[in-house]
Antibody, heavy 119, light 110 residues
Framework: EVQLVESGGGFVQAGGSLRLSCAAS????????MNWVRQAPGKGLESISY????????LYADSVKGRFSISRDDAENSLFLEMNSLRAEDTAVYYC????????????WGQGTLVTVSS | VMTQTPLSSPVTLGQPASISCRSS???????????LSWLQQRPGQPPRLLIY???TRFSGVPDRFSGSGAGTDFTLKISRVEAEDVGVYYC?????????FGQGTKLEIK
């Protein structure tokens, strides 16, 4: 069974940093495209970052570009999101999601981890 | 921009439901595929993929869910709504990064 388990969320002051992790199991993590998607409280979904299966391509939404960094450790079957210069508007549940068939669709999602940024 | 209608849909159990999604730009990728998905988010749950590439049901999704459309206009249909279908439905395009979502349509039972 595919499982994605996010961790690392919490409460942080504006301007601070957090590192989110996503532990993957039940599939061959190496070579799989991965994504981070967030959802502000009571709001819709926002795709914020993508990493290719090789890790060589990393993409970011304008809202987080220059502040967030996505990475992966295939030996540990883990995905990461380094978040710096956090703002109140970054408050959200952060989901990791697995891309299928070369990014055709996001077929597996974790339960999410809540990040709260206090201004 | 992905625009969904309606934003709220009260439906009687056993009756059909339909949600529309319009994209402000074409979603055909250079490989000829259209990467338009539909996701369901039940209360307190993460999103769940229902449909991808316009009309392909994901593994384990009941056949009462179907997707259709082309170009910039797409539709999700539920043939007979069941109580477990309550939640918010999102269309999502993966043709262009950043991937973008519709605002969400809240499906509720009358």
């Amino acid at each position: 069974e595919v499982q994605l388990v996010e961790s690392g969320g919490g409460f942080v002051q504006a301007g601070g940093s957090l590192r989110l992790s996503c532990a993957a199991s039940g599939f061959t993590f190496s070579g799989q495209e991965m994504n981070w998607v967030r959802q502000a409280p009571g709001k819709g979904l926002e795709s914020i970052s993508y990493i290719s299966g090789s890790g060589t391509t990393r993409l970011y939404a304008d809202s987080v570009k220059g502040r967030f960094s996505i990475s992966r450790d295939d030996a540990e079957n883990s995905l990461f999101l380094e978040m710096n210069s956090l703002r109140a508007e970054d408050t959200a549940v952060y989901y990791c999601a697995r891309g299928y068939s070369s990014g055709s669709h996001l077929g597996s999602w974790g339960q999410g981890t809540l990040v709260t940024v206090s201004s | 921009v992905m625009t969904q209608t309606p934003l709220s849909s009260p439906v009687t159990l056993g009756q059909p439901a339909s949600i529309s999604c319009r994209s402000s730009q074409g979603l055909v990728y250079s490989d000829g595929n259209t990467y338009l998905s539909w996701l369901q988010q039940r209360p307190g749950q993460p999103p769940r993929l229902l449909i991808y590439k316009i009309s392909t049901r994901f593994s384990g999704v009941p056949d009462r869910f179907s997707g259709s459309g082309a170009g910039t206009d797409f539709t999700l249909k539920i043939s007979r709504v069941e109580a477990e279908d309550v939640g918010v439905y999102y269309c999502m395009q993966l043709t262009h990064f950043p991937y973008t979502f519709g605002q969400g349509t809240k499906l509720e039972i009358k």
